[in-house]
């Protein structure tokens, strides 16, 4: 299957500092990626969709200006949590397809980065 | 907007068979999939239905209903090793991303 690569797998930073987290894939390319946050004990949830080469699209609630995700490749896309707060701590995951032509429903998911805000 | 209900915990004993429920409302339907995620890990892919009826591949199976909004995952043999978190998730489209359910926590005692 595709592999999906995500880095840091872990990183801890001090509350006001910018975090960048990047998702790679390794062996398509990524038309679409996905941004999903998951709290301790429950479950993922959407934050945003980009494609390549343009604005990402963010769920309800999300706020664009703290979480900035950036799409400029097929292979890559990065989300950095700006003036982190300890709320922000969670699991990030990425997901991404190669395309509409997928049609086995798979998404492929990066192994995730735990974010922790002291 | 969707919303997925399935159970949040089942308990099984090893060896034996286990189905877990989801059912879904959403505005669009492009398929009901299924994860399992293992604490810490990432979610991996285990089945998705688009068309009604059964899904098999190894010890998992998949079904869903459509005129239902009602599909199940069912694990076989169960294992030590299958005790994780298990997600339904469906998209609204192909170029959308997954809503998840809360997640079913399989316990499987020996």
């Known amino acids: 299957g595709a592999v999906v690569s995500q880095h840091p797998s872990w990183v801890i930073c001090k509350s006001g500092t910018s975090v960048k987290i990047e998702c790679r894939s390794l062996d398509f390319q990524a038309t679409t990626m996905f941004w999903y946050r998951q709290f301790p004990k429950q479950s993922l949830m959407l934050m945003a969709t980009s494609n390549e080469g343009s604005k990402a699209t963010y769920e309800q609630g999300v706020e664009k200006d703290k979480f900035l995700i950036n799409h400029a490749s097929l292979t890559l896309s990065t989300l950095t949590v700006t003036s982190a707060h300890p709320e922000d701590s969670s699991f990030y995951i990425c997901?991404?397809?190669?395309?509409?032509?997928?049609?086995?429903?798979?998404?492929?998911f990066g192994e995730g980065s735990r974010l922790t805000v002291l | 907007g969707q919303s997925l209900e399935q159970p949040s915990e089942v308990t099984a004993v090893e060896g034996a068979i286990v189905q877990i429920n989801c059912t879904y409302q959403t505005s669009g339907f492009y398929g009901l999939s299924w994860y399992q995620q293992h604490d810490g890990g990432a979610p991996t892919f285990l089945s998705y239905?688009?068309?009604?009826g059964l899904e098999e591949t190894g010890r998992f199976s998949s079904f869903l209903s459509r005129s239902d909004s009602y599909g199940y995952l069912l694990l076989q043999e169960l294992q030590m090793k299958d005790s994780a978190s298990y997600f339904c998730a469906v998209r609204r489209g192909g170029a959308d991303g997954l809503t998840f359910g809360k997640g079913t926590h399989l316990i499987i005692q020996p």
């Open positions: 239905n688009a068309l009604d």
């Open positions: 997901s991404a397809q190669g395309g509409l032509a997928d049609n086995t429903g798979e998404l492929f």
